[in-house]
């Protein structure tokens, strides 16, 4: 199974990244990195810690602001100092590795906020809007609870029917189920599966390869902020044709193995969420 | 291994008296102490003087009138002076937070003057020094109170509502942005309902220390009808024979509005616990 909504060269970019750069400091991240998500596309972006990937995805939605290169959502350059990007923003989800629901709002506040705020949506329609899509992430009957009142797992799927409740275009998973317990990753992914096979087009950070292989249309390996290795999922995590891609992914889907060559190895650390 | 107890093995790493044993003891010993200092105090203490210099019902009953009078002034004080407080408080905690360089710096000189010198200095300088130099007459002893201690408390709530705003997670906000929040309504919606929650402790701390605090108005000579309850509690010092019963009657006035104010907090503290 090379994807679950095989996508044509002619559909249109939902995402396009060209020649992005970003830079800490004098840290350099991104060095580079030309990437496109069409309609319906669902990527995965894998690669060791500290390799760029969430930089990438927060530099999509401007939650970090790119040094060089042009980022277009939609047609519209994002880095375009006068584009509105609040108004871009509303077209685009995203989810965080640590859920970051409004911890002063039950799930039901979660979802509503924005949609009044922003899409000065009356109560009766954002709520309507709201009980579907926590139908969809099954928590109609967690409406009413705080965040602190749930687990992890029901966390992320509250803050994935947050972000569905914009109706965006596209988007963007930040490593979603690295902040999970083991049992709970299941429920997550497969409501991410469900989204994907719904047609939504999305960008995911992710360790999780078995969902990359599954459900992906493309994979993207990034090694030290470049992309390393792009192509059908089966292709990239199945067999891999660089030498850095075959490392990783032999650490990952075989973290007991250790090689020789890697003793003594120490992974910079990605920078904190 | 050796079961029997008495066994030599067990007997020699045995300690003499189990811990348990000697943390019994040991409270038990906090408790007879206790017990002997209370008994030796009411021994000790003079039941009729007590009843006359703490709780002399002459003086009570002189004060009677004029209490609730001196109650309400305290609380008028009190509340003016902290809702200048919070207002100048919430400017310079803005200030020390801003992009722009210098009002980082005039929040943070502020703070470390106010903070730096007695409130009664301040309360002093507000009620004689602005009138002559900048000739403006400050209209009643309400405004005066209000202002002096205002500027004091704003050092210390500047310092409480920025820490607060920086305690909310950074996610919080990336959430907010994220969703098409601006930057002020993820300030608004978000932000400070959840600072709210973290600073409504220690202000309620300032609260009590305002309410205590607005006894410095003394100092700027108070008419009758100004009275608050220190002044009222010291001139009643002057009844021969009463003692001290008036501090002892405004200090109980004064508990009866700062306990409250604690178990408010507490209560408010427990009820948010649920969003944490």
Redesign the interface.
């Given at each position: 199974m090379s994807g679950v909504s095989p996508t044509t060269p002619t559909d249109p970019p939902v995402v396009q990244i060209s020649g992005l750069y970003k830079s800490f400091g004098t840290v350099d991240v991104l060095k580079g990195i030309d990437l496109t998500v069409r309609e319906r596309e669902v990527v995965c972006v894998i690669g060791p810690s500290g390799s760029g990937k969430s930089t990438l995805l927060r530099c999509v939605n401007l939650l970090e602001r790119p040094t060089q290169g042009v980022v277009e959502l939609l047609g519209i350059d994002v880095t375009d100092p006068d584009v509105d990007i609040d108004r871009v923003r509303t077209h685009v989800g995203m989810v965080f590795q640590s859920f970051n629901l409004f911890a002063h709002h039950t799930v039901m506040g979660n979802l509503i906020l924005a949609q009044r705020k922003v899409l000065k949506r009356s109560k009766a329609e954002a709520e309507e809007v709201a009980w579907a899509n926590l139908r969809q992430v099954g928590l109609e009957d967690r409406a009413t609870f705080y965040p602190a009142e749930l687990s992890g797992g029901q966390q992320q799927r509250a803050a994935i029917a947050r972000a569905l409740s914009m109706n965006p275009a596209l988007m963007l998973f930040d490593e979603p189920t690295s902040a999970l317990d083991p049992e709970l990753v299941g429920d997550v992914l497969a409501v991410m599966r469900d989204l994907a096979l719904g047609g939504m087009t999305m960008l995911v950070v992710t360790h999780e390869m078995a969902f990359a292989r599954d459900v992906s249309d493309r994979v993207v390996f990034m090694d030290d902020g470049v992309i390393v290795e792009e192509g059908p999922a089966a292709q990239v995590i199945g067999s891999p044709s660089t030498d850095r891609a075959r490392i990783f992914l032999k650490r990952v889907l075989d973290p007991t193995h250790i090689d020789d060559s890697e003793i003594g190895e120490t992974e910079p650390d990605e920078p904190a969420d | 291994m050796p079961t029997d107890p008495n066994s030599p093995a067990l007997l020699a790493t045995r300690p003499r008296m189990s811990p348990r044993k000697k943390a019994k003891i040991s409270q038990a010993a906090q408790y007879g102490v206790l017990a002997i200092v209370i008994v030796l105090a009411l021994k000790a203490m003079d039941w009729d003087k007590l009843r006359t210099q703490m709780f002399n019902v002459n003086v009570i009953a002189s004060m009677l009138d004029a209490l609730p009078r001196a109650f309400a002034n305290t609380l008028l004080y009190t509340i003016c002076a902290f809702a200048v407080g919070l207002s100048l408080g919430m400017v310079l905690a803005l200030m020390k937070m801003s992009s722009v360089g210098p009002y980082r710096w005039l929040a943070t000189a502020y703070a470390e003057f106010f903070r730096g010198i007695p409130a009664l200095l301040v309360v002093l300088s507000i009620g004689f020094l602005i009138p002559i130099l900048f000739g403006i007459k400050l209209p009643n002893m309400t405004v005066k109170i209000g202002i002096a201690l205002g500027l004091v408390s704003a050092a210390y709530v500047s310092e409480t509502l920025r820490a607060g705003l920086q305690a909310v997670?950074r996610?919080?906000v990336?959430?907010?942005?994220?969703?098409?929040?601006?930057q002020s309504?993820a300030m608004r919606?978000?932000v400070v309902?959840?600072a709210f929650?973290i600073v409504l402790p220690p202000l309620t701390n300032e609260l009590i220390l305002i309410t205590k605090d607005t006894s410095f108005v003394y100092l700027l000579g108070l008419a009758t009808s100004e009275y608050e309850l220190t002044k009222l509690g010291t001139n009643a010092l002057n009844q021969a024979s009463g003692g001290l019963t008036g501090v002892v009657v405004v200090g109980l006035v004064y508990l009866i509005i700062t306990l409250p104010l604690g178990h408010l907090a507490r209560r408010m503290e427990k009820k948010n616990a649920?969003?944490?």
């Amino acid at each position: 199974m090379s994807g679950v909504s095989p996508t044509t060269p002619t559909d249109p970019p939902v995402v396009q990244i060209s020649g992005l750069y970003k830079s800490f400091g004098t840290v350099d991240v991104l060095k580079g990195i030309d990437l496109t998500v069409r309609e319906r596309e669902v990527v995965c972006v894998i690669g060791p810690s500290g390799s760029g990937k969430s930089t990438l995805l927060r530099c999509v939605n401007l939650l970090e602001r790119p040094t060089q290169g042009v980022v277009e959502l939609l047609g519209i350059d994002v880095t375009d100092p006068d584009v509105d990007i609040d108004r871009v923003r509303t077209h685009v989800g995203m989810v965080f590795q640590s859920f970051n629901l409004f911890a002063h709002h039950t799930v039901m506040g979660n979802l509503i906020l924005a949609q009044r705020k922003v899409l000065k949506r009356s109560k009766a329609e954002a709520e309507e809007v709201a009980w579907a899509n926590l139908r969809q992430v099954g928590l109609e009957d967690r409406a009413t609870f705080y965040p602190a009142e749930l687990s992890g797992g029901q966390q992320q799927r509250a803050a994935i029917a947050r972000a569905l409740s914009m109706n965006p275009a596209l988007m963007l998973f930040d490593e979603p189920t690295s902040a999970l317990d083991p049992e709970l990753v299941g429920d997550v992914l497969a409501v991410m599966r469900d989204l994907a096979l719904g047609g939504m087009t999305m960008l995911v950070v992710t360790h999780e390869m078995a969902f990359a292989r599954d459900v992906s249309d493309r994979v993207v390996f990034m090694d030290d902020g470049v992309i390393v290795e792009e192509g059908p999922a089966a292709q990239v995590i199945g067999s891999p044709s660089t030498d850095r891609a075959r490392i990783f992914l032999k650490r990952v889907l075989d973290p007991t193995h250790i090689d020789d060559s890697e003793i003594g190895e120490t992974e910079p650390d990605e920078p904190a969420d | 291994m050796p079961t029997d107890p008495n066994s030599p093995a067990l007997l020699a790493t045995r300690p003499r008296m189990s811990p348990r044993k000697k943390a019994k003891i040991s409270q038990a010993a906090q408790y007879g102490v206790l017990a002997i200092v209370i008994v030796l105090a009411l021994k000790a203490m003079d039941w009729d003087k007590l009843r006359t210099q703490m709780f002399n019902v002459n003086v009570i009953a002189s004060m009677l009138d004029a209490l609730p009078r001196a109650f309400a002034n305290t609380l008028l004080y009190t509340i003016c002076a902290f809702a200048v407080g919070l207002s100048l408080g919430m400017v310079l905690a803005l200030m020390k937070m801003s992009s722009v360089g210098p009002y980082r710096w005039l929040a943070t000189a502020y703070a470390e003057f106010f903070r730096g010198i007695p409130a009664l200095l301040v309360v002093l300088s507000i009620g004689f020094l602005i009138p002559i130099l900048f000739g403006i007459k400050l209209p009643n002893m309400t405004v005066k109170i209000g202002i002096a201690l205002g500027l004091v408390s704003a050092a210390y709530v500047s310092e409480t509502l920025r820490a607060g705003l920086q305690a909310v997670p950074r996610g919080q906000v990336e959430a907010a942005r994220s969703l098409g929040l601006s930057q002020s309504q993820a300030m608004r919606s978000v932000v400070v309902p959840q600072a709210f929650r973290i600073v409504l402790p220690p202000l309620t701390n300032e609260l009590i220390l305002i309410t205590k605090d607005t006894s410095f108005v003394y100092l700027l000579g108070l008419a009758t009808s100004e009275y608050e309850l220190t002044k009222l509690g010291t001139n009643a010092l002057n009844q021969a024979s009463g003692g001290l019963t008036g501090v002892v009657v405004v200090g109980l006035v004064y508990l009866i509005i700062t306990l409250p104010l604690g178990h408010l907090a507490r209560r408010m503290e427990k009820k948010n616990a649920r969003q944490r």
